[in-house]
């Protein structure tokens, strides 16, 4: 029987009691995440900054308002959306996080996405994509492509911080957030396909009058995860 979900508020203080590991010490508040509790897509970053953890948000400052930007690409408002990170506390001096933090933190992501339930995590970076896809595989490539770990569809990109410092990165971003605008359509085009066939089945009269779907609606799901195979590299997913 499948474990009930535990409430994010619930879940969020359990993160702000949390001391099991040392970054505890050197933190202002745990960055918890923030959005859309039933979000359709859960957006997963690395660790927060000095200014998350001064504002107790993930994605504030001038990375934060890329990411916005970066979002209404994909036809989305942040607040449409979950943010969260890996970590819920600030590593010193913003240097990467180690494999023990990665360790004991990730529980809450865990539990987070469990109740969250999304149908598509963005991982930015490497290593929110490494640890969700349990994979060595790098950022590099694996962005853009369309992945799967147990129920969720994965969606690894760049993080926008990196766009900040090498604006080579931009392009990629920009181009990985119109592909994830066209999978969310694809995808609300199939669901309604499938009500279509529902309602066809029933007899109903609503649902005749639903204009056809093109049977190719969903090609581009299964083209992203053709593309250049990176997928062979990636392991059985153990997010949940
Ligand atoms: S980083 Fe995570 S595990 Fe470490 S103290 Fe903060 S909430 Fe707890």
Request: charged share 25%; net charge negative; aromatic share 6%.
């Amino acid at each position: 029987m499948p474990k009930p979900h535990i409430p994010l508020e619930e879940i969020r203080a359990q993160v702000e009691g949390c001391r099991r590991c040392p970054l505890a010490d050197g933190r202002t508040q745990t960055v918890f995440g923030v959005g859309n509790p039933a979000a359709r897509v859960l957006i997963v970053g690395e660790a927060p900054g000095k200014n998350e953890d001064l504002q107790g948000e993930p994605f504030v400052g001038a990375a934060g308002k890329y990411l916005n930007e970066l979002l209404s690409i994909a036809g989305l408002r942040r607040e449409d959306v979950f943010i969260a990170n890996v970590l819920k506390c600030r590593p010193p001096g913003n240097r990467d996080p180690r494999p023990e933090e990665i360790e004991l933190c990730t529980p809450y992501l865990r539990e987070q996405t469990r109740t969250i339930d999304p149908e598509f995590i963005v991982t930015l970076g490497n290593f929110s994509t490494k640890f969700i896809l349990k994979t060595e595989v790098g950022i590099t490539r694996l962005h853009g492509t369309l992945q799967r770990a147990g129920r969720f569809k994965v969606f690894p990109i760049f993080h926008p911080a990196a766009a900040l410092y090498d604006s080579s990165k931009r392009e990629a971003l920009e181009n990985d957030f119109t592909t994830l605008g066209q999978l969310l359509r694809e995808s609300d085009a199939a669901a309604g396909m499938h009500e279509v066939d529902a309602g066809n089945a029933q007899g109903s009269p609503a649902a005749l009058s639903t204009p056809a779907v093109p049977t190719d609606s969903n090609a581009g799901e299964g083209q992203a995860e053709t593309q250049p195979d990176p997928a062979s590299h990636v392991e059985q997913p153990h997010l949940l």
